[in-house]
């Protein structure tokens, strides 16, 4: 009785007997710990003055360096959960408690002013929802860098959006009533919050067939990395007396291209001390073995997809989930033919299905799709169809509008803010209309593949899915291996990579053929393109300019510009830069539609990330870039010899008396190679030049981070 | 052959470079030029520039001004609400009781009273009107802020061409370069008199140059290497940005330089001192300078649905000394016959309002522009509504013919063509007539 008559009085500072009971956390849905199951660091104590609270009592701390308390907390499934962290607030708490949250996407900090009331349920504070990986993770509260008043510490609950959004109705229902069931006295036997329940769905919509694949018509050969060279010595020359790079370059530039960073010094010795005879053949597998293979990739397909996307008017399109799913694709071996069908012919909730992002995020426009899934999947473009006869090639305008008559159908309901919560589904009836004309049009295809009108939305997708992976389209595997051999080649067989038609600037031929038919031959084994590239001796020489502008196409591998989330992925591998995330703003009547924070990740990528459909000469580099390699704060952190720093540079000092030797080492850190005779004396000239070893240690980084090589594929 | 026609085509700046300009103010300046500092010099270079072409500022009323709380207001209206109407300096010109600053300085404005346009989404208004090219899904239009930045792009200018000064009220409802590319991206100032934080070398000039010249050593080394083509392109970037975030003239987007009284005159709020700052970097050389007015009401700008009556005397409040002060201010030291500024937002509000309060939705039949300065006849108020503002009714004028007169003013033509970043041509306006009655 007491409990409640407190609760109502809207008084939470009523002082509790001694026998009074906390609220039970086996009792609350989802998972919590309780502070007793933490870990305590520091000068912890005990109190049980201000109701409610969680367990036996709670703790608190006036805060400094080594102040903090981890809950670790298991979570089975990846996905996105609410989390909610328990304090007793009052005047003599602090105004800034702060708490690390270690969500997939880096660790985020939340800060609480427990001076004021939790928002509820009771003693709980909802934090946010945030994505996370399936293990274990662990949540601070930090006093560490509290100022004035103490920091409480009680409980963390770990929630699905399903389950809170259950548990807030029913504390905003009946509070009293359900505080005092939650508590320790009440029946042990009876569940306290009653399961989450299913909202009533909507009847379910029809989803596409499962995907089927189909035999090519005729076999298609496959290639080794032997032949493509030969062909290579056909058509270009000097391929097999070029010489072929070191052990030490090859693994940088093979662990760039496949996983999107420079390999650590770890790595990097790891594979020169090895003396197997087929060492390269081991770490190409490696590699592709690798997470990160599928996250890289992941992260390039993504970036095809969105820097066509126009932003939508109230919603912040937020890719990570479409991205993690696309990662779980290239890792699993699945076969391009099958992702790009689940891509275009996905439906449901993006939240749900991340497929649906794609087909979601276009809002469901017809014309955007049409343009789009001709690009993106065939690198074919039929935009200018959209108003007029094509100019440059035999289009006529039909060709667009029958080809958007097969998204005709496609619903797609945008909620505010958050893109996840966007659903894809199908309209029941609609045809598409050419302006000016009377008929409907057709879902045709390139005169290849027709629908008859009528059908269903999901029907007309997977009939047009089921064309464009088709082994006899005569698009697909070519696109596909074009992005790849232009990137691991420097320059695509068509450029644009994504104008594989007649409009595009195409070479070689024979080569794009070859490769497109072995890709078919492998039932679109994406991991296979790379690997017989990564294995010819083609891919294996040296990096330079192409002697004359004139000269043959891959006569030489130029440097490529390495993309947004390479650059902070090899920044992340030199400089151990944190990638930290921002408060997010709270939503509120006033301010409707706050922006999501930004990472140190999303700072990089808004920098230096570009569209990789873009040609290289036309990638520009901005002012933005140098100005953050150059002046950016968590850049420069990083860039700091002080001992008590304990950046990258300071332990390397540390470990590093001589000079030669640290500076072969950051060498190895940030560039990943061994430097010159010639760049160890600049170096150390430069070092004792300026008579002070910290000051000049970091220029010399600060020079690596800078230069062009840094930032280039290699 | 296509593509090779195309790329010739684009590389056409036709711009005098650094070294060009250096030598033709040696040659004006004699044996003088010895005795000029760097600062001096680059000061005599942007002054040069300000002879040159014309500048624009937008004043960009983010969310959709009501007309009867601004520029026209109807007395004796049913929907008029209860703004009364003062006199402007001008015989024959009324506006809304809240602008008593703009009123003093209506000499200085021709005055649009007859904007039409099919769009009254805000998004989609926004994409017009910023950039004179209706919404389409598969091109990304840029912001005329970035067209022009491109007809005035001059490598050797320290400062960027395109700055914008306050944030959109609403983060995804936003017009950047689009097909024009990084290059004419706005540079953007969040907070009048505060630089984005990376502009701010972490050391010393001195460390900087040292380091910069050590980058630049490896850089050397790569080169040597065979990789010559991105050294050279890294090295280029390296000098632009050292020069800007070094440069003297840096000093325009301080507003500490400004007489107090002055700083003051303009509105101590986020809009007035960009107004002020505006015409600082206007002073320095920049081609075209946004300033983004949402007033002070959160994420609601001029958007006013709900409570009219009382928000727009607030909003206009905020906004009336800064655009009588710029124009005085510029008019004051010749500046206003070589800038061109412009007031407007996405379109106004319905006649018919809610409630009491007085809100109003978006109306996109006679919404107002102000041009002022870039040799424009002022004092005028051109076209007109009906007694109650609900059509039209004299002269009603396009978003094309709007554009058509920036390029009259600016000096560029047209319907000359561009090439976007995926090798498409591009017209700078397309459709449109000048609007004859400013010249």
């Not at chain 2, 001059?154 to 914008?164: E, H, N, Q, S, T």
Request: one cysteine or more; aromatic letters at 8%.
């Amino acid at each position: 009785m007491l409990v409640v008559s407190a609760l109502s009085t809207a008084s939470l500072s009523t002082p509790a007997l001694a026998q009074d009971p906390g609220i039970e956390p086996t009792r609350l849905p989802g998972i919590v710990v309780d502070e007793t199951s933490a870990k305590q660091v520091g000068t912890w104590s005990p109190s049980r003055h201000t109701r409610p609270f969680v367990g036996e009592n709670y703790i608190y701390s006036a805060g400094g360096a080594g102040q903090y308390v981890d809950f670790l907390v298991d979570i089975k499934e990846a996905g996105t959960y609410q989390i909610l962290a328990s304090y007793t607030p009052g005047p003599n708490r602090t105004e800034a408690a702060v708490y690390e949250i270690p969500t997939a996407n880096g660790v985020q900090m939340i800060t609480v002013n427990q001076q004021e009331r939790p928002k509820g349920p009771f003693c709980f504070q909802p934090l946010g929802e945030f994505a996370f990986e399936a293990g274990q993770v662990k949540f601070t509260v930090s006093a560490e860098g509290n100022k004035k008043g103490v920091v409480v510490a009680d409980a963390i609950q770990v929630l699905t959006p399903e389950e809170f959004v259950a548990y807030k109705d029913e504390f905003e229902k009946n509070s009293p009533k359900l505080l005092a069931t939650l508590t320790a006295k009440a029946d042990p036997n009876k569940p306290a919050v009653k399961e989450a329940k299913k909202k009533a769905e909507p009847a379910p919509q029809e989803a596409a067939p499962v995907f089927a694949r189909k035999a090519p018509a005729k076999p298609r050969e496959s290639i080794t990395s032997q032949q493509i060279d030969q062909l290579m010595e056909k058509h270009v020359g000097g391929i097999q007396r070029a010489r072929l790079i070191d052990d030490e370059a090859f693994i940088r530039r093979l662990t760039l291209d496949l996983i999107g960073r420079q390999p650590t010094m770890d790595e990097m010795s790891q594979f020169l001390a090895d003396t197997a005879a087929d060492k390269r053949v081991q770490a190409v597998e490696r590699l592709l073995a690798d997470k990160d293979f599928g996250v890289n990739w992941a992260n390039y397909w993504s970036d095809v997809i969105s820097y066509r996307t126009p932003g939508p008017e109230l919603t912040f399109l937020n890719y990570s989930p479409f991205k993690g799913w696309l990662a779980e694709q290239l890792n699993g071996g699945k076969g391009w033919d099958e992702t790009t069908y689940n891509i275009v012919t996905a439906i449901g909730k993006i939240a749900d299905n991340p497929a649906a992002t794609y087909v979601g995020f276009h809002q469901g426009d017809k014309s955007r799709l049409a343009s789009e899934t001709t690009r993106v999947f065939l690198s074919t473009q039929i935009q200018c169809a959209e108003c007029h006869d094509h100019k440059f090639v035999e289009m006529p305008q039909e060709t667009f509008h029958h080809v958007a008559a097969f998204f005709v159908r496609v619903n797609a309901k945008l909620p505010w803010n958050d893109s996840s919560q966007i659903v894809v589904s199908s309209k029941a009836t609609g045809e598409h209309k050419m302006e000016g004309r009377k008929e409907d049009m057709k879902p045709m295809a390139f005169s290849e593949r027709e629908v008859e009108l009528g059908r269903s939305d999901v029907a007309r997708r997977a009939e047009l899915a089921e064309w464009i992976v088709g082994a006899e389209n005569p698009w697909f595997a070519k696109a596909f291996v074009n992005r790849v051999w232009a990137r691991m080649m420097g320059r695509g067989f068509c450029e644009p990579v994504d104008e594989i038609g007649e409009l595009g600037d195409r070479v070689l031929p024979e080569i794009h053929s070859a490769l497109a038919d072995h890709f078919i031959a492998s039932e679109f084994n994406v991991k296979d393109v790379f690997r017989v590239v990564a294995l010819s001796h083609s891919y294996q020489r040296e990096i330079h300019d192409a002697e004359k502008s004139t000269s043959q196409p891959f006569a030489a591998i130029p440097a490529g510009r390495l993309r947004g989330d390479e650059v902070f992925d090899s920044l992340e591998a030199a400089i151990e830069i944190p990638n930290v995330i921002a408060e997010q703003a709270a939503t509120s009547g006033e301010f409707r539609f706050p922006p999501p924070p930004k990472s140190t990740r999303d700072l990089v990528n808004d920098a230096f990330g570009f569209d990789p459909s873009a040609e290289q000469a036309n990638v520009a580099r901005t002012m933005q870039q140098a100005m953050l390699l150059m002046n950016n704060k968590q850049v420069q952190a990083q860039v700091n010899a002080n001992p008590a720093s304990g950046t990258m540079l300071a332990k390397l000092l540390i470990e590093e008396k001589n000079d030669e030797a640290a500076i072969a080492k950051l060498y190895g850190k940030v560039l990943a190679r061994k430097p010159t005779t010639q760049e160890i004396s600049l170096a150390q000239e430069h070092v004792k030049s300026l008579g002070n070893r910290h000051a000049g240690f970091e220029d010399v980084l600060w020079g690596m981070i800078n230069s062009a090589e840094f930032l280039s594929r290699r | 052959m296509l593509r090779s026609f195309i790329s010739a085509t684009t590389n056409g700046d036709g711009l005098t470079g650094r070294r060009g300009f250096l030598k033709s103010l040696g040659v004006a300046a004699g044996a003088g030029t010895m005795t000029l500092s760097w600062r001096d010099m680059l000061l005599a270079r942007a002054k040069e520039l300000q002879k040159s072409g014309k500048r624009m500022i937008l004043l960009w009323m983010d969310g959709g001004p009501s007309q009867y709380d601004t520029f026209n207001p109807k007395p004796g209206s049913e929907y008029q609400g209860p703004s009364q109407a003062i006199h402007t300096n001008v015989p024959g010109i009324d506006i809304a009781e809240h602008w008593p600053h703009t009123a003093k300085v209506f000499d200085k404005i021709a005055l649009i009273r007859s904007m039409v346009s099919d769009e009254k989404d805000h998004f989609r208004a926004i994409k017009l009107v910023r950039s004179g090219y209706p919404i389409k899904p598969t091109i990304a239009y840029p912001t005329w802020g970035s067209v022009v930045a491109r007809d005035r792009w001059d490598p050797g200018f320290d400062l960027p061409a395109f700055v914008r000064i306050g944030k959109p009220r609403i983060k995804t409802r936003d017009i950047n370069s689009g097909v024009l590319g990084p290059r004419y991206e706005s540079f953007k100032i969040d907070e009048p008199g505060k630089l984005p934080e990376d502009v701010h070398p972490s050391v010393s000039a001195d460390v900087l140059q040292r380091r910069l010249a050590l980058a630049a050593k490896f850089d050397e080394q790569f080169a040597a290497r065979g990789s010559r083509k991105a050294a050279i392109e890294q090295r280029e970037i390296y000098d632009r940005t050292s020069r800007f975030v070094l440069s003297p003239l840096l000093d325009a987007f301080n507003l500490d330089k400004e007489p107090e009284k002055l700083r003051d005159a303009y509105g101590r709020n986020a809009f007035g001192q960009g107004c002020l700052l505006a015409r600082r970097l206007v002073e320095t050389g920049v081609s075209f300078i946004e300033v983004i007015n949402g007033g002070t009401n959160n994420d609601q700008g001029w958007d006013t649905h709900k409570r009219g009556f009382k928000e727009n005397p607030i909003l206009a409040g905020e906004t009336d000394s800064g655009y009588a002060t710029l124009l005085t201010d510029l008019a004051d030291r010749g500046m206003l016959e070589n800038t061109l500024v412009v007031w407007m937002g996405e379109f106004c509000r319905t006649p018919k309002y809610e409630d009491e309060a007085g809100g109003r939705n978006h109306y996109s039949e006679g919404w107002l522009v102000g041009m002022s300065g870039g040799g424009v006849k002022m004092g005028q108020a051109i076209g007109a509504t009906d007694k109650d503002n609900v059509k039209v009714v004299d002269r009603p004028i396009s978003v094309p013919d709007l554009f058509c007169t920036f390029c009259q003013i600016l000096g560029m033509d047209p319907r000359s063509e561009y090439f976007t970043d995926q090798d498409q041509p591009l017209k700078l306006v397309e459709g449109g007539e000048v609007i004859k009655e400013l010249f």
